[in-house]
């Protein structure tokens, strides 16, 4: 959990910084593309090994069952590298871009190179909510939450968070978004009491 109040904020200030991922923009189109683009090569994969086979059966006027387990060898060897490669390719898809956060006493900042997010600056003093919504794949298992940072002065700011692997506990208090709750009720517990 991102818990960030600590007694040392008090003689230090408080400062933290890591990072998350958020899934592409473009995650849907990239999976039914790659389904694609697997099943093509499937089919290319197999005509071309079926003509080959049958090319040297003819031209070599032998038993054909001579070369059949060598053909059934190189599909079965075809099938295993291009499924290795759509795997690779769906776990790419899945894994999102990395962001880099920093948090102090006053602001939230985020940014990312590989997704071309520019730095972007919260103020606690500017947020009026942060809300969650659970992202499910396909329809089923829990992977992040769509998260959306309600702001004065920037409108609505939401981010597609996926859930880092080593957390058990996937709530939004162990997001990295929690510190911009927590700062924001520090901040308004602060003014409560400078107001009395």
């Given at each position: 959990?991102?818990?960030?109040?600590?007694?040392?904020?008090?003689?230090?200030?408080?400062?933290?910084?890591?990072?998350?991922?958020?899934?592409?923009?473009?995650?849907?189109?990239?999976f039914v593309?790659?389904?694609v683009i697997?099943?093509?090569?499937?089919?290319?994969?197999?005509?071309?090994?079926?003509?080959?086979?049958?090319?040297?059966?003819?031209?070599?006027?032998?038993?054909?069952?001579?070369?059949?387990?060598?053909?059934?060898?190189?599909?079965?060897?075809?099938?295993?590298?291009?499924?290795?490669?759509?795997?690779?390719?769906?776990?790419?898809?899945?894994?999102?871009?990395?962001?880099?956060?920093?948090?102090?006493?006053?602001?939230?900042?985020?940014?990312?190179?590989?997704?071309?997010?520019?730095?972007?600056?919260?103020?606690?003093?500017?947020?009026?909510?942060?809300?969650?919504?659970?992202?499910?794949?396909?329809?089923?298992?829990?992977?992040?939450?769509?998260?959306?940072?309600?702001?004065?002065?920037?409108?609505?700011?939401?981010?597609?968070?996926?859930?880092?692997?080593?957390?058990?506990?996937?709530?939004?208090?162990?997001?990295?978004?929690?510190?911009?709750?927590?700062?924001?009720?520090?901040?308004?517990?602060?003014?409560?009491?400078?107001?009395?």
């Amino acid at each position: 959990m991102y818990e960030t109040r600590s007694p040392v904020d008090d003689r230090f200030g408080f400062s933290t910084q890591g990072t998350f991922r958020c899934s592409l923009a473009t995650e849907r189109i990239s999976f039914v593309i790659t389904a694609v683009i697997g099943v093509l090569l499937l089919y290319g994969g197999y005509n071309l090994i079926y003509s080959v086979y049958k090319e040297h059966t003819l031209y070599a006027q032998t038993d054909p069952t001579q070369y059949a387990g060598l053909a059934a060898l190189s599909f079965i060897g075809f099938i295993i590298v291009l499924f290795t490669g759509e795997a690779i390719a769906f776990k790419m898809i899945l894994s999102g871009k990395l962001y880099r956060y920093s948090a102090n006493e006053t602001v939230f900042s985020f940014s990312s190179k590989s997704d071309n997010v520019h730095k972007t600056d919260i103020f606690y003093s500017d947020v009026i909510a942060v809300k969650y919504e659970e992202r499910k794949i396909f329809g089923k298992m829990i992977r992040g939450y769509t998260v959306t940072i309600v702001t004065r002065s920037l409108g609505n700011i939401t981010l597609e968070y996926l859930f880092n692997k080593s957390i058990a506990n996937r709530l939004p208090g162990n997001t990295p978004f929690h510190i911009i709750e927590e700062r924001v009720e520090i901040l308004r517990q602060k003014t409560e009491k400078e107001a009395l």
